[in-house]
């Protein structure tokens, strides 16, 4: 059988909504290729699993049970889903790109012996073939791939395709795993210290640079973070490697690759890693005392000033029209 | 206890890219290269495994073209002991399943307990290669890990999920593990390191040949960016900023 097979993620009791994104873009796709879409998930599903994964467009949800399957394991879940991608031949397996997915979509690409197209931003159709788009040097360049054999495995980069829900529901079909071998398993879950957005989930994203002088200052970009309602902050390498900021907020090629609806950029100069990190944001606004600061050449709108100045007035600002409106 | 490192050699992260004359890759003119920066922290903790296992081996593989001897000889300074260079002069051609295929093979004649490799080349972006060879090898695989502890034939370890949240995953040796930014400090090349290094082993093979899995079709470059609608000067623009915000780009 041709279609797409799409790894759904459950995080906390819930399909992940990178995931239900997923179905929504194989739903779209098979429309062209052919075949339909089917969702496996490893463990217990959850009550709505075949509510939300079918709405999304999944006319098959497949739960993969087993007495070890209560925690994540990346050799285990691929050995399962391989399974059941042997007996549907699909066309094509999509997992999100979350810490997860890209743990297991190379292990199940082994196992299927086929290639990753990873943290892919569009797919196309052409010839009866799946192109995949992906982002590379951080976003500086981007590659067109295909499947050299027939079946291609991808990431999908969350946040970016529109997750429908046009689909009916469908029930949910528990099959047994089989015997696997569990070699690596998530033995618990250390919770944040804050329950804190990720830059690469946020619609907003207030990143600090050295401009900001010191850990200190920080208050000032949450401040404005807590304004937007919707937003993480995010920080420079310059300001992670001084240890200001956990390294999990780097903006940049050695960091997180951040698209957000606005990216807010204040007291950082622009490097070139910097820029190929946030360059995809929908709108850029940047912040800094510098005119000559590359970060100019790629921001949609400038305010050239002291960040100690500007940030209070923006913060105080976006708050009275966010209450207002 | 011996380990294996794996290192790819990059493209500096300063590099302005340009599509190559074939179209499915960049313009090698003037781009100067340098080591993955993940693998910096792949190499420093695997010397610190071999350190607090009390000995053993550490063997840096690199496959790429004959110029890579120079990073291989670079971490031979940091500390390594012998260095392998799978030499492929067309590593462009290669996908991950094909460059990670290659280093399995080499990596099983090794027969080491403990693999690191780097979370992510930031030349590709893939971060594929250090759970393929897992995969291929039926080694138990834990990517991203910014903390790792070893203990007899069980790794400990931790790797950032979403939010700056972390999961505990426990590994059965031999593994492989990809390091993330925050892993370690690396330490740096000293002059004995260097003088030392000249003496260590550098062996140097062809590559095997494996066809890619993955076909290039083409690169492209993201439409440059529309600079400086707006230039505003000092707190009194904040209102015609958050006017366009709200109006021009419609984001608020
Ligand atoms: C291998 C490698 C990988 C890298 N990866 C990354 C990466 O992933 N992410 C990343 O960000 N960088 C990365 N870098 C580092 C990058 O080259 C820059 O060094 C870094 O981005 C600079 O950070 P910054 O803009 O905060 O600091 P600076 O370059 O020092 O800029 C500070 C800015 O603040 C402005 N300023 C100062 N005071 C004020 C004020 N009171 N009000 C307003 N503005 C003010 C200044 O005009 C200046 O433009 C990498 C470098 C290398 C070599
Ligand atoms: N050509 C190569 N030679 C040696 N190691 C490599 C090579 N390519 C990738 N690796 C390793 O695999 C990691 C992930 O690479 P990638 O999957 O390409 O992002 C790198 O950080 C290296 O540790």
Known sequence: ?325 | MDVAVCVKRVPSTDTRVKVGASGTSIDPTGVQYELNPFDEFAVEEALRVKEKTGGGTVTVICLGPGDAQKELRNELARGADKAVLLKDDQLEARDAYSIARALADQIQKLNVRVVMMGKQAVDRDNGHVGSMVAAMLGYACVTEVVKMEIQGDTARCEREIEGGAREVVEAQLPAVFTAQKGLNEPRYVKLPGIMAAKKKPLEEVAAPAVAPKLTVVEMSLPPARQAGRFMGKGKEAVPELLRRLREESKVL
Request: hydrophobic content about 45%.
């Open chain 1, 1 to 325: 059988m041709a279609g797409i097979l799409v790894y759904a993620e459950v995080r906390n009791g819930a399909v992940r909504k990178a995931s239900l994104e997923a179905v929504s873009e194989a739903a779209r796709l098979t429309k062209e290729l052919g075949g339909s879409v089917s969702a496996v998930l490893v463990g217990a599903a959850p009550a709505n699993a075949g509510e939300v994964l079918g709405k999304a467009g999944a006319s098959e949800v497949i739960a993969l049970a087993g007495p070890k399957f209560t925690q994540y394991s990346g050799d285990g879940y691929a050995a399962a889903i391989h399974k059941v991608a042997a007996q549907m031949q699909p066309t094509a397996i999509f997992v999100a790109s979350t810490p997860q997915g890209k743990d297991l979509a190379p292990q199940v690409a082994v196992l299927t012996h086929a290639g990753v197209a990873s943290d892919c931003v569009g797919f196309t159709v052409a010839g009866g073939k799946l192109l995949a788009k992906r982002p590379v040097y951080a976003g500086k360049a981007t590659l067109t791939v295909k499947a050299a054999e027939s079946l291609l495995v991808a990431t999908l980069r969350p946040n970016v395709f529109a997750q429908t829900d046009a689909g009916a529901p469908v029930a949910v079909t528990t099959r047994e795993a089989g015997e696997v071998s569990l070699r690596a398993v998530v033995k618990e879950v250390l919770a944040a210290v804050a329950n804190k957005l990720d830059v690469t989930e946020a619609p907003v994203v207030v990143s600090g640079g050295r401009g900001m002088k010191g850990p200190e200052h920080w208050g000032l970009l949450e401040a404005l973070a807590t304004a937007f309602g919707n937003a993480a902050v995010g920080a420079s390498r310059a300001v992670v490697d001084a240890g200001w900021r956990p390294h999990d907020e780097q903006v940049g090629q050695t960091g997180k690759t951040v698209s957000p609806t606005l990216y807010i950029a204040c007291g950082i100069s622009g490097a070139i890693q910097h820029l190929a990190g946030m360059s995809s944001s929908r709108v850029i606004v940047a912040i800094n005392k510098d005119p000559e600061a590359p970060i100019f050449k790629v921001a949609d709108y400038g305010i050239v000033g002291d960040v100690f100045e500007v940030l209070p007035v923006l913060t105080e600002e976006v708050r009275r029209l966010r209450a207002a409106s």
